[in-house]
């Protein structure tokens, strides 16, 4: 079996991508250490592991169908935060453009008519639904129960309670 040229880029890139989202969770996790949120860096600790081991299942991928894989190097994420509101909003960002990555790669899957890469990509594409929504029902903490300290604490505890039962670490 082979995959193309194409594909082998793109993968490539998704592994960059993947990477790229587990230091960015690291810096937040960090911040989050630092400023006392003990439970967001909790929960960022785990999203840093989970993204780490999406970048795994693209490495082994490829190193499954005869392409090595690039390992990729990193950027250095941004490490200065306003507030815990505004992390989460980025986290969300960065994910739906991981949504919109993926689902690039699924086109070009369709294209070729590739239906290996194609069922390799499923469970990206359904981890993605989960992710957004996972940081779009966080983000709505803050309207429901406010951005004053006692709030903040509040949601402090709830994501401390998210990272308890990471979503699906280990199933790689
Ligand atoms: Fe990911
Ligand atoms: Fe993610």
């Known amino acids: 079996m082979k995959i193309s040229s194409n594909l082998k880029k793109a993968l490539n ?7 790229n989202a587990s230091n960015t969770y690291l810096a937040m996790a960090s911040w989050c250490e630092i ?3 003990e ?4 929960f960022f600790y785990v999203q840093a592991e989970e993204e780490r081991q999406h970048m795994l299942k693209f490495v082994h991928y490829l190193n499954d169908m005869g392409v090595s894989a690039t390992i990729p190097g990193t950027k250095s994420p941004a490490s200065n935060f ?7 909003k980025t986290a969300l960002n960065n994910e739906r453009t991981v949504t919109k990555a993926i689902h690039k790669i699924v086109e070009i899957t369709q294209k070729e008519k590739d239906h290996s890469t194609y069922a390799f990509l499923e469970w ?3 981890e993605q639904v989960e992710e957004e929504k996972k940081f779009e029902t966080i ?13 903040i604490n509040e949601i402090d505890k709830i994501l401390n309670g998210m990272s308890a039962t990471p979503s699906d670490i280990g199933s790689a």
């Open 124 to 126: 990206f594409v359904n």
């Open 139 to 151: 983000l709505q903490k803050f309207d429901l129960i406010g951005r004053d300290k006692l709030a």
């Open 82 to 88: 306003k507030s815990l509101e505004l992390i989460i």
């Open 13 to 19: 890139d998704q592994t960059a991508l993947e990477a």
């Open 35 to 37: 400023t006392g949120y």
């Open 39 to 42: 439970g967001s860096a909790a």
